[in-house]
C-alpha cells in the first residue's frame, strides 16, 4: 500500500458523523450541566452549607488549610471556604440578574429591529454602534464609577454593556428568517406580527440566542470578577471574588491558597458556562461563525 | 501506438479512498498506456473515477481526504509510487504538469501572475534573476496572453476566465513537461473560449512534443483532439479504442448512452 | 470603492461625536461632582462652591458645556486636569504611548503564539488540533487578571529575582522597557490569542480546500513556498482582521494588568482619575480609547473593502 498525499498527514475527514457530532455535543452539555448544577446548589444553599460567618474573623491569620478551615483563612483570619461561597453567591446573582436583562433587552431591540426593518431599524443598530463602539470594560468602569458601586448599579450596567452584542444575535436570523416561506404563507394568510413572531420566528432565533446567552454570561463572570478586582464590586463588608483576589495580593506569597481559592473559583464559572456554550453550539447544531 | 516504451504505463491502479466509516475504492484495476507525443482521451461522466486517476498520477490528492493507491504507475520506466516525497516534488511541474478544471480559483489572488510563472521556473530550472521573469513573459506570450510584458505584474482578478486559464496552461508547460494533463481544462468556460483553449492545447502539444493526458466528460472535446480514448464508469475502463472507431461504432452499452447524450453539431463540428 | 470610504470616515466621525456625548452625559450624571469631592473635609461656604463651579463652567447648562468642550477638543484642546491643573493630552501623551507599547507587546505576542498553535492545529491535525482546541478552551476561561496574578505568584514564588513590577522608560532603555512588557504583555495578550488560534485555524483549513493550493502542489514547489506564499498569504487578512478587531478587549485588559503590574499607563491613570473625579481626564481617556477602537475597526473594513476588491472583481 502506498500513500499518496505526501502534504498532507493522514488523518480522518474533518467532518464527523451526526452520530459523532451528538456524542461530542452531549458530553461536553453534560459536563457544563453538571458543572452548572453544582453552582447553582451552592449558590440556594449557601447561608444552610457556609461553614462560618464570611465576615467574621474566627481563626489565626493566613492559616494554611486544615481540618478546621479546609482552604485556610485570609489576612485577618476569616474562613475562605465561607467567603468563597457566599461570595459566588453575590457573583452570581449579579451575573444571572443582569444578563437576563441583557437578553430580554436584546430580544425586544433585536426583534423590533430586524422584524420591522427600515427606518427602526437603522436607527436602533446606530444607536447600538455608538455603544458598540466604547471598549466593553471602559465602558463598564465608566459607569459603575458614575453610579456607584452597589449591587444594583453594577447589574443595570452589565446590563446595558452586554445588549447590543444581544441584540445583533437576535437581529440576524430574524433578518433572514422573516422571507422565509412558511413566514411569507403566515402573513398572506393574515396572521397578526405578534403571532408571527412568537410562533414562527423565535423558535428559530432560540438556539442561537441560548449559545450567546451562556458566552455574555462567561463574559459577565468575568466583568463582575474585574470590577470588584478594581474595587469596584459589591461593597465591603459582603464577599466577592475578585475582591478576594485583589486583598490577597500582598500576602500571596505567603499563603498562595487566598489567592488560589478565588481565582480557582473564578476560572470554574467562567469554565461552566464556556463548556455549556460549546456544547448547546454542537447539540443545537448552531453555526460557529462569530 | 507509436513504438517503443510508452511514456507512461498505469497497471491495475487502484484508489481507495477512506471517508470517516467506510472505504470508498474510487478506481478499480485501470490500465493504460500513453506513448510520447501521443494524446489520449478519458470520458465519464462526474464521478466515474477519471479526476482521481489524474490525481493518482500527480500523486495529489483533495486536502483532508486519505487516498492511497495500490498498482503501478510507471513513468519512463519508474514506477511513481515508490518515489520519495522530493523526488515526487521533482517530477512535478517538471516532468508531468497538470491544467486543472476552473481557472477561477486555480491562480493564488495575492500574487502576479508573472510571479506564479517565475515559482515554478525557479523550483526546476537553472534561470535566476531576470532570466526568470524574461521566460515567464515568453510564455505568457506562447499561450497567447496579449501585452505579456506589462500584464505580467497584473493580479489574478484583472484577467478573464479564459485569459486565466491560457496562464494556467502557461505554468504547466513552463518546464517543458513530457506529459500534460488537462483536467476538464475547458468546462468552466465559454463555450466559444473552449474552443480557443482546446486549439491552444493541441498546438502546444505539436510544437513541444508533449503528450497529453485530455479528462473530460463530453465527448465533443476529444473528437479532434486525440488519438485514443478510455471510457470510465463507475471506477473502471469500460471501453478503450481508437477515437474514430469508437465515435462510429461504439460497443459498451454506457459508451452508446454517453454518445447520444452529446449534441450531434458538436461531435459532428468537431475541432480541426 | 472611494465613495464606500467616505461614508465610512463619515460615519466614524458621527460614532465618535456620538460617544464623546455618551461620556459628557454619563461624567456629569455622577452624583457629587467634582468641587464637592475637592473640597473634601474642609468646611467651604456654599458661595465659594458656586464660585469654584463657575470658575470651571460647571454652573452652566450640561449642553453648553458639552459644545464649549467639543469645540475646543476639535481644535486639540482637551482642556486641563481638575486636580493638577496641567493639560490634559500633555498627561495622557506619555501614558497614552505606555500603553500602546504594552498592547503592541501583547498582540505580537498572541500573534506569535495563536498563529504558530492554529496553524499547527490546521495542518497537523489529529490529536494536535485536539490538544490546541482543548487547551485554547481552557486559557480562554482564565481572566486575563487571574492570569496576571497567577504569573505575578509563580514568579515571586520560583523565581524571586526576577523583576516582575514597574515599568523602564522607552527613552531610559529600550530594550529593558520591552523587557519589562513581557509578562504582562502576555498575561494581557493570552485571551487574544485564543481567539487568533481558533481563527487561524479556520483560515488555513479553508484556504487549504482551494484550487490554488492543489494547483502550487502540482507545480512541484517545495512545501515550504505552498505554505508561506500560497497558505499564509492569503489565511493573513482574515487573521489580521480579527487581532485588529481584538483591540477593544487590549485597550479594556490594560487597566487590570498595569494596576497588577505597576505601570504607569493609561488604564491606572484612567482609574486613578475616575476615582478623583477628574472629569476633562475621563472625558479624554474615553475618547481616545473609542477613537482607537473606531479607528481599528474602520481600517479593517477598509482593508476588507479593498481585498474583496481584488479577490472578487
Redesign the interface.
Known sequence: MSLVNDDIAPVGSTRRSWRAQLRGGSVLLCVGLLMLAIMIVTTVLAPWIVPYDPSASIGMPLSPPNAEHLLGTDVIGRDILSRLISGGRTTLLITGIAVSLALVAGLILGLLSGYLGGIVDETIMRILDVVFAFPVFLLAIAVVAALGPTIPNLIITIAIVYTPAMARVVRGPVLSVKQWDHVEAARSIGVGDVRIVSRHILPIVASPVVVETSLTLAQTIFTVTALSFLGLGPPPPDPNWGGMLAESRQFMELAPITVIAPAGAIVFATMTFIILANGLREFLNVSTRR | MSAGTPLLSVRDLTARIATHHEIVEAVRGVSFDVAPGEAVGFVGESGCGKSVTARAIMRLAAEGTDVRLDGKILFKGRDLLTLSDREMGKMRGRQIAMVFQDPMTSLNPVMTVGAQIDDVLRRHTDLYGRAVRARSIELLDAVGVPDPARRADDHPHQFSGGQRQRILIAIAIACDPDLLIADEPTTALDVTVQAQILRLLMRLREERGMSLLLITHDFGVVAGMVEKVNVMYRGEIVETGDVDTLLSKPQHEYTKSLLAAVPRIRVAGAIS | MKRLIIVRLAWTFA??L??SF??FI??R???GDFVLAAAGTTSVSAEALDGMRAELGLDRPVLEQYLVWLGNALQGDFGASFVTHAPVLQELAPRFFVTLQLSLVAIVMALLIGGVTGLASA????RVDWLVRAIN??S????N??IA??I??LA??YFPQLVVFGYTPFAVDPLKSFGNLLLPGLALGLAVSVTISENTRAAV?EV????????????????S??LF??LL??AATPIITVAGLQV??L???S??VE??FAIPGMGQY??DS??RRDYPV?QAI?LV??GV??LI?MLVDIAYIRADA????
Do not use: E, H, W
Not at chain 3, 480562554?140 to 481572566?143: E, F, G, I, N, T
Not at chain 3, 487549504?208 to 517545495?222: E, P, T
Open positions: 460614532i465618535l456620538g460617544v455618551i461620556a454619563l461624567m450624571a455622577l452624583p495542518r497537523l491535525r489529529g478552551g481552557v480562554l476561561a482564565v481572566p487578571f487571574v496574578t497567577l505575578v505568584l515571586g514564588l483549513l487549504s480546500n482551494q484550487d490554488f493550493v492543489m494547483v502550487a502542489r502540482a507545480k512541484g514547489l517545495k512545501r513556498t505552498v506564499q500560497y498569504r492569503n477593544a478587549t485597550l479594556g485588559g487597566i487590570l494596576t497588577i484612567l482609574f475616575i476615582t475621563i474615553v480609547a473609542a477602537v473606531v475597526n481584488r479577490v472578487r472583481l
